[in-house]
């Protein structure tokens, strides 16, 4: 079966779901959200991620610890950790929704109207999956930047900088948003192609409109009897 237009925004947008659903996920177990360089020690360089942190040195490679607690997280992590989590949650329900809403996948008996509802809901959970990542990763950067410049603290203390798990999150948030808008103009395009009630009956012929073709039948008359 050839692919409609419909169709195809239909599977650009699920491919740019799930790879942003996988750069979500990826993001949320790197230890890379803060990087750290002491200029005291060049050779060490420290990581912090949502579950541990860890050091990179050059005599024994990397050493990783997890959180212990998870109220003794800064603020920004708590609520960075809690946020991905949901963000994975709706991501996936998104990308099952509109799977099955789409052209490419046929049941029995679903009809046209479910499966666009299916597909605007999916659409819908992936662009409220790019907001609950792109809010924490963007929050944690506020964060770093906020510390950095920060006058408060001695010249001497080393700062936090940007880790590779946030530009990961950026991009994750952006094929997400972009694959939840393609769903969602695929799913409002197929109601735009669907005639309106009023349209569909102002096309249909009215109902004394004489008819233009008549069974042989009724139009021969019925003959009289004359000798009765």
């Not at 912090?48 to 005599?59: D, F, K, Q, S």
């Not at 990308?95 to 679903?110: A, D, I, K, N, V």
């Not at 950095?148 to 997400?176: K, Y």
Request: negative net charge.
């Amino acid at each position: 079966m050839p692919w409609t237009f419909r169709g195809r925004l239909q599977l650009g947008g699920l491919l740019l779901s799930l790879l942003g659903w996988v750069c979500s996920c990826i993001a949320t177990i790197l230890p890379q959200w803060k990087t750290l360089n002491a200029e005291m020690n060049e050779m060490d360089t420290w990581t912090m991620g949502l579950w541990g942190a860890c050091v990179n040195r050059e005599e024994v490679g990397i050493v990783c610890k997890t959180f212990d607690s998870f109220l003794s997280l800064p603020w920004e992590l708590q609520v960075a950790r809690m946020f991905m989590i949901a963000s994975q949650g709706l991501g996936l329900l998104g990308l099952l929704l509109s799977g099955f809403g789409s052209e490419c996948c046929q049941f029995h008996r679903t009809t046209k109207v479910l499966k666009e509802r299916l597909c605007l809901l999916g659409g819908t959970l992936e662009a409220s999956a790019s907001a609950t990542t792109l809010f924490p990763v963007s929050w944690v950067a506020h964060a770093i930047v906020r510390e950095f410049w920060d006058d408060g603290i001695p010249e001497i203390v080393p700062r936090w900088e940007f880790g590779d798990a946030l530009f990961l999150g950026w991009s994750a948030g952006l094929f997400l948003a972009v694959g939840g808008l393609l769903l969602i103009f695929s799913a409002c395009m197929g109601k735009e192609n669907m005639p309106s009630p009023s349209v569909a009956d102002s096309t249909a012929p009215p109902s004394w409109a004489p008819v233009e073709e008549l069974d042989a039948f009724h139009l021969m008359r019925r003959p009289v009897n004359l000798h009765s």
